[in-house]
């Protein structure tokens, strides 16, 4: 049942502290067993903590031998016992899963991460730091929405806390995961919905079954539990009810291991995450490993890198991880399935972006004859096209599988990966050419590394006042299949930008535009407008001998689509064109045999 369970949300979802040295109150001892298979079998007892407006919170505290007090390694879940994923870090260490407020066993209402959860994270770590299986130095582990509930508590003071590892999540719950371009996301709605709040509810009438006791307890939980979800639906701007589901700055200093995958459904939320925590001075390490999207073969995955964090951090064990390269990614090579194939590239870094990386500017050009089954296969020209020219499409709906590499990554992951493979098909954009705009490269006589958020500038009439811009990267393989390494959403209702959290490049260009998502502007039928779209951060090799073409789409049906007929205007006065990331040593204009 487990098992199903944590399938099911794979498939689905894809959400001061310590001194000011990390290091200086770290306990210096042996540190934990090598291997738990040599330590005493973990046993576990329950734990109840009442926060302060009286909500009792179930955690499972589980140990090695003898219990007494060690370091703690806490993580906080919405997704009961289906989704107990805290790994066994060792003999050293104390574990401690908590079923955060209305879920589990907890009583409350779970609020989707928001203030009063958010409290709770603060209260429970204050409350552990001092019980007696505690030594006072906790250490917070999370994924996905327990990852969530970390970063948007970290404006909180978080008592005792001297690390972090935290797998996915997002730093803005509304765009980086349910809100995408101003889309709503029915992926991590529905495994909220069935991971969180369908076995809540279950359990209660399971006990009604066995005991006759009216499930008091999961009636209230459950029906909070539904008008969180009415909230988080009819909130479709990014008003005050979302800020208070972001990561803000705080007063906490310890340092932070965050990892994601460039195909993970929450890709986005690490690194904007990990740019922040940058900014206050905190010592943070990016890996970019794998999540929701597994890893590639061939690949350790990020939890070696976690049991080093907390043994250097929570046990004082000088293991030299927080001397290594600060950033490290795992670049793919073609595809999501070549990527987990284990056809990667490691590349370290001292920051994010990438010290070096040049965003070099490909225009969308009428010019036809470039081997797509579009209606216009247009071309992608390192020189703007003098000629203006209007093509239209039809933005019905989309293959998802195809069109949303992010969250298709997730789905292979969680299972679907063998269908994928059986029918290729599936993941490649054939299908989907006879209803896209496409503008494609010439071949590349080398390899270029696109490593980096990317962003389109595009003007758009629209025959309905509201449309989505759905725009696809993909590696064309030399067979002439195409495969989406990359997506940037935009609803047509919010065409501005916020400047100051916009990134520009040394030209002025925009290179990551922060869209206003909070207030919608419909456009007239017809209203020629300009519009930002942001891709969340691309990995990806293209070798020599393949091409990189740009798919303009219906949105993919993972979302709730808004179908329209679209006329994208291109050349002349309507500059539409790609601001694309290449990192230092590669040139995607020399790899097509011209100049930038």
């Known amino acids: 049942m487990k098992r199903a369970g944590l399938l099911l949300a794979a498939l689905l979802l894809s959400a001061c502290g310590g001194a000011s040295d990390p290091m200086a109150q770290a306990p210096q001892g042996p540190g934990p067993d090598p291997d738990p298979r040599e330590a005493p079998p973990p046993a576990t007892e329950?734990?109840?903590?009442?926060?302060?407006?009286?909500?009792?919170?179930?955690?499972?505290?589980?140990?090695?031998?003898?219990?007494?007090?060690?370091?703690l390694i806490v993580q906080f879940s919405p997704y009961g016992d289906i989704g107990r994923d805290l790994p066994d870090f060792g003999a050293g260490y104390n574990h401690v899963y908590v079923n955060v407020?209305?879920?589990?066993?907890?009583?409350?209402?779970?609020?989707?991460?928001?203030?009063?959860?958010?409290?709770?994270?603060?209260?429970?770590?204050?409350?552990?730091?001092?019980?007696?299986?505690?030594?006072?130095?906790?250490?917070?582990?999370?994924?996905?929405a327990s990852a969530i509930a970390v970063y948007n508590s970290m404006h909180l003071k978080l008592e005792c806390v001297d690390a972090a590892a935290l797998m996915a999540g997002t730093a803005d719950l509304y765009r980086d995961l349910l809100y995408p371009g101003g889309m709503f996301n029915l992926v991590p709605g529905a495994v909220v919905a069935f991971g969180a709040g369908l076995p809540l509810i279950a359990a209660g009438f399971i006990d009604f079954f066995t005991s006759g006791q009216l499930p008091i307890d999961a009636i209230f939980s459950g029906t909070g539990f539904l008008g969180t979800i009415l909230q988080v639906m009819t909130h479709a701007s990014e008003d005050e009810f979302w800020v208070d589901r972001t990561q803000r700055p705080g007063p906490n200093r310890f340092p932070v291991l965050?990892?994601?995958?460039?195909?993970?459904?929450?890709?986005?939320?690490?690194?904007?995450?990990?740019?922040?925590?940058?900014?206050?001075?905190?010592?943070?390490?990016?890996?970019?490993?794998?999540?929701?999207?597994?890893?590639?073969?061939?690949?350790?995955?990020?939890?070696?890198?976690y049991q080093r964090w907390f043994d250097r951090y929570l046990l004082g064990q000088n293991n030299g991880i927080d001397r290594e390269p600060r950033v490290q990614l795992l670049v793919g090579h073609g595809s999501y399935e070549a990527q987990i194939g284990g056809a990667v590239t490691r590349v370290d870094a001292t920051d994010w972006p990438v010290p070096g990386t040049r965003w070099q500017t490909f225009w969308l050009d009428p010019a036809r004859g470039h081997g797509a089954y579009s209606s216009n296969d247009g071309g992608l020209s390192p020189v703007a096209p003098q000629q203006q020219a209007t093509q239209p499409y039809l933005a019905l709906t989309s293959l998802p599988t195809a069109t949303d590499p992010n969250t298709t990554g997730t789905v292979a992951a969680g299972g679907a990966i063998t269908l994928f493979k059986a029918f290729p098909i599936l993941t490649q954009l054939t299908l989907m050419e006879p209803l896209s705009l496409t503008y494609t490269t010439p071949e590349f006589s080398e390899d270029v590394d696109v490593v980096g958020p990317a962003a389109l500038t595009v003007h758009v009439a629209t025959a309905l006042p509201?449309?989505?811009?759905?725009?696809?990267?993909?590696?064309?393989?030399?067979?002439?299949?195409?495969?989406?390494?990359?997506?940037?959403?935009?609803?047509?209702?919010?065409?501005?930008?916020?400047?100051?959290?916009?990134?520009?490049?040394?030209?002025?260009?925009?290179?990551?535009?922060?869209?206003?998502?909070?207030?919608?502007?419909?456009?007239?039928?017809?209203?020629?407008?300009?519009?930002?779209?942001?891709?969340?951060?691309?990995?990806?090799?293209?070798?020599?001998?393949?091409?990189?073409?740009?798919?303009?789409?219906?949105?993919?049906?993972?979302?709730?689509?808004?179908?329209?007929?679209?006329?994208?205007?291109?050349?002349?006065?309507?500059?539409?064109?790609?601001?694309?990331p290449v990192l230092p040593g590669s040139d995607a204009c020399r790899a097509m045999g011209t100049t930038c």
Do not use: M
Request: hydrophobic share 35%; net charge negative.
């Open 101 to 144: 407020r209305g879920t589990g066993s907890s009583t409350g209402t779970w609020s989707a991460i928001g203030a009063r959860d958010q409290q709770d994270v603060a209260e429970f770590v204050a409350w552990a730091c001092h019980q007696p299986w505690s030594n006072g130095h906790i250490g917070l582990y999370g994924f996905s």
């Open 258 to 305: 965050a990892d994601t995958g460039f195909y993970d459904v929450e890709s986005r939320g690490p690194f904007e995450s990990y740019q922040l925590l940058r900014r206050q001075g905190v010592q943070v390490h990016l890996r970019v490993f794998g999540a929701h999207d597994g890893t590639p073969e061939g690949t350790p995955g990020p939890r070696p890198e």
């Open 46 to 71: 329950a734990v109840e903590f009442e926060a302060s407006d009286g909500a009792r919170l179930h955690a499972q505290l589980t140990y090695h031998g003898e219990l007494k007090a060690r370091p």
């Open 466 to 580: 509201e449309a989505d811009l759905h725009a696809v990267i993909t590696d064309v393989w030399p067979d002439g299949s195409a495969h989406a390494v990359g997506v940037g959403r935009l609803r047509s209702s919010y065409p501005d930008i916020v400047e100051e959290r916009s990134v520009r490049d040394s030209r002025g260009e925009i290179v990551q535009p922060y869209n206003d998502f909070s207030s919608k502007s419909y456009a007239l039928p017809g209203q020629l407008r300009e519009y930002h779209v942001e891709f969340w951060p691309i990995g990806n090799r293209f070798a020599a001998g393949h091409k990189l073409r740009l798919y303009l789409v219906g949105a993919a049906t993972y979302t709730l689509p808004a179908p329209n007929l679209n006329f994208v205007s291109i050349g002349g006065d309507t500059p539409s064109r790609l601001q694309l």
